[in-house]
């Protein structure tokens, strides 16, 4: 099973993106996802994440505020909307579909994963 992640670019600080998931409807219409991102040299790390129905949302504390995860369940996608971007946020970003239906942020708890798209930021 294949997430497929896009929407990656380069923008200067203070810009916005917008990143967009696909994945296949039998792994998505009733689990979680969730967008990590990875910068060079880190560790992946949460970055937000939404319930099976958007009804939770959930952010880390470094994107709160400028990131918008929303997800529309008719056409199997997930978006972030990221607005306000700094260098600090240049990674690679992941999408995942969680084992379950609720918004969690470990990423023990997802099990299908897509192929990263890359932003950079530049100052």
């Known amino acids: 099973v294949q997430l497929q992640a896009s929407g990656g670019g380069s923008v200067q600080a203070g810009g916005s993106l917008r990143l967009s998931c696909a994945a296949p409807r039998r792994t998505f219409t009733n689990n979680g996802v969730g967008w990590f991102r990875q910068a060079p040299g880190k560790e992946r790390e949460f970055v937000a994440g939404i319930s099976w129905n958007g009804g939770s949302t959930l952010y880390a504390d470094s994107v709160k505020g400028r990131f918008t995860i929303s997800r529309d369940n008719g056409k199997s996608m997930v978006y972030l909307q990221m607005n306000s971007l700094k260098s600090e946020d240049t990674a690679v970003y992941y999408c995942?579909?969680?084992?379950?239906?609720?918004?969690?942020?470990?990423?023990?708890?997802?099990?299908?994963w897509g192929q990263g798209t890359l932003v950079t930021v530049s100052s």
């Open positions: 995942a579909s969680a084992r379950s239906a609720a918004v969690v942020n470990q990423k023990a708890l997802y099990n299908y």
